[in-house]
């Protein structure tokens, strides 16, 4: 198995990017569902579950940024044998979670009105406290940052945190075993073990 992605084949790099990122989302739910559930405001916990969530979620903008330049200048493996909806559901549910993997950490970043503590290493700036933000924002579009962060954060929380990843999430899940077992053919198999 080699590294780069073949027309039959995705390679380690793309797998790895695959269930790094898989995982990463994972930490990002476990850490604000730990933080909604279990912590009071204002306390130790609930700062260090919120910037576990925040340095998570900008891991996750890195490693998308490294999966969208892989996937340009990987060809990607041909579909599966299947109808043409099959292959339309496919291509739509790959266009909606890298939409999903762009967005969600992008309004996660410039909708947060705190400083990440990025993993307690060291620290990136609120997208407030930026030029970026006093120049375009603020002058340009007139607003303050609780105007700009209102919709962003329910883009954010109550659209995609709240409903739409896990609809996409668990589509990609059945649609994968749903290829594995019923279809029986290799779509599951070409992101794992690459075995036939």
Known sequence: MGARNTIYEYGTVAKWLHWIIAFLFLGSYVSVYYLKWFTEKDTPENWTALQLHLSIGITIGAFVL??????????????????????????TGHFLLYLIMIIAPLTGYLGTGVNAEYFFLFEIPQFADTSLFTSIVQNKMGLTFKQFEEPIDFIHKEV????LVWLLILGHVLAALYHHFIKKDRTLVRMTTGKK
Not at 66 to 91: C, D, M, Q, V, Y
Not at 160 to 163: N, R
């Open 66 to 91: 490294l999966r969208i330049f892989w996937r340009l200048t990987n060809p990607t493996p041909r579909l599966e044998p299947g109808s043409k909806l099959e292959h339309f559901a496919a291509h």
């Open 160 to 163: 995609l945190g709240e409903w």
